[in-house]
T-cell receptor, first 111, second 114 residues
Framework: GENVEQHPSTLSVQEGDSAVIKCTYSDSASNYFPWYKQELGKGPQLIIDIRSNVGEKKDQRIAVTLNKTAKHFSLHITETQPEDSAVYFCAARWPGQNFVFGPGTRLSVLP | EPEVTQTPSHQVTQMGQEVILRCVPISNHLYFYWYRQILGQKVEFLVSFYNNEISEKSEIFDDQFSVERPDGSNFTLKIRSTKLEDSAMYFC????????????FGSGTRLTVV
């Protein structure tokens, strides 16, 4: 089955710096890659997603890039703010199947 | 913005007891899901439900688990004969379709088995 790896497991950055989280997936048929932000005591919230026919997508300070050949995708957060501190999960899904999540990255933005 | 609502937010139960976790999906969504997250670990898929039947389930979702849509709004997860290792956050999710559009998670129910 599909396997999703995620690095790093923890990440600390200074406020205003950029943060990058990387994920790799095993099944080349995967075609949908969302990123979720999970704050303490809450469910995962979709922050950005990308489909396999697109290489990059941007939404304000957040961007996701996808390299289908290498089977990896990355989340980029620029100008980080303390409220960006949370656990971030990548996920992958292939047609007709359900999501497989990465193990998560705990991001801490230090003021 | 529409939300997926889960109740209770926290459930404590004795080992061996049965629990029912409740979810109210977004009203126009047709696909419903349960996920589990053991403390400090990743979110794991349990089961998906469409057209009043299970469409997919994971290895975790064994005979101890069952799901039901008892009426037009609720979607429930029943766990029979709970074990200590069932302690986790259980998330319900719903979506408009299978393409990922509108896939929304609830805030979860923390189940503690003692």
């Amino acid at each position: 089955g599909e396997n999703v790896e995620q690095h790093p497991s923890t990440l600390s950055v200074q406020e205003g710096d950029s943060a990058v989280i990387k994920c790799t997936y095993s099944d080349s048929a995967s075609n949908y890659f969302p990123w979720y932000k999970q704050e303490l005591g809450k469910g995962p919230q979709l922050i950005i997603d990308i489909r396999s026919n697109v290489g990059e997508k941007k939404d304000q300070r957040i961007a996701v890039t996808l390299n289908k050949t290498a089977k990896h995708f990355s989340l980029h957060i620029t100008e980080t703010q303390p409220e960006d501190s949370a656990v971030y999960f990548c996920a992958a899904r292939w047609p007709g199947q359900n999501f497989v999540f990465g193990p998560g990255t705990r991001l801490s933005v230090l003021p | 913005e529409p939300e997926v609502t889960q109740t209770p937010s926290h459930q404590v139960t004795q080992m061996g007891q049965e629990v029912i976790l409740r979810c109210v999906p977004i009203s126009n969504h047709l696909y419903f899901y349960w996920y589990r997250q053991i403390l400090g670990q990743k979110v794991e898929f349990l089961v998906s439900f469409y057209n009043n039947e299970i469409s997919e389930k994971s290895e975790i979702f064994d005979d101890q688990f069952s799901v039901e849509r008892p009426d037009g709004s609720n979607f429930t997860l029943k766990i029979r004969s709970t074990k200590l290792e069932d302690s986790a956050m259980y998330f319900c999710a719903s979506s408009e379709g299978t393409a990922g559009k509108g896939y929304t998670f609830g805030s979860g129910t923390r189940l503690t088995v003692v």
